[in-house]
């Protein structure tokens, strides 16, 4: 089934380690984003790309970095791990100017 | 301020009943809005886009004021299975189009 793979779907980490959460898209879409999920605070923007090559910050972007090699895969890497990051992360992705996201099914990250 | 706010609810209604959302943005430059559903613990998906005139899609209805800069969601006749978080999205034209998601409206449909 076409989509957005992300992994892990969950994981559990200790402050400090460094850990890259996985993104693939199949649907050939240029633009790629990852968010992240709070209570109370809703969808906030890490990073963002809009075409392979190319990255941009966006509202929440300290502690991580992005990069995007190919069309495909947009991989989010924390450097080292704060409490704070524990979140849930959505890896999204969109093809035409139709404003229309596609998520993967989230990766829920608890930083002890 | 955060650029896109909602009421976070929860909003509590019997079936049949018709509720509305509100969502309110802070920047002019507005290029495009839509409204998204996020249920329990999965990822958002399009609900509908929302344009200048107004539109329509079965039970749900959206409205767009840009005077007034803000954007509506009604949803006649509640079904159970309307019961979700509801996201206001907006796109802004000095932002390079990025989607900049509200923090979400819960709607709890009881029987």
């Known amino acids: 089934i076409a989509g957005i793979t992300q992994a892990p779907t969950s994981q559990i980490l200790a402050a400090g380690r460094r850990m890259t959460l996985r993104c693939t898209q199949d649907m050939r879409h240029n633009a790629m984003y990852w968010y992240r999920q709070d209570l109370g605070l809703g969808l906030r923007l890490i990073h963002y790309s809009n075409t392979a090559g190319t990255t941009g910050k966006g509202e929440v972007p300290d502690g991580y970095s992005v990069s995007r090699a190919n069309t495909d895969d947009f991989p989010l890497t924390l450097a080292s791990a704060v409490p704070s990051q524990t979140s849930v992360y959505f890896c999204a992705s969109s093809g035409t100017n139709t404003g229309e996201l596609f998520f993967g099914e989230g990766s829920r990250l608890t930083v002890l | 301020r955060k650029e896109v706010e909602q009421d976070p609810g929860p909003f509590n209604v019997p079936e049949g009943a018709t509720v509305a959302f509100n969502c309110t943005y802070s920047n002019s430059a507005s290029q495009s809005f839509f409204w998204y559903r996020q249920d329990c613990r999965k990822e958002p998906k399009l609900l509908m886009s929302?344009?200048?005139s107004g539109n329509e899609d079965g039970r749900f209805t959206a409205q767009l004021n840009r005077a007034s800069q803000y954007i509506s969601l009604l949803i006649r006749d509640s079904k159970l299975s309307d019961s979700a978080t509801y996201l206001c999205v907006v796109t802004f034209y000095n932002q390079g189009g990025k989607l900049i998601f509200g923090q979400g409206t819960e709607l709890s449909v009881k029987p």
């Open positions: 929302v344009y200048s």
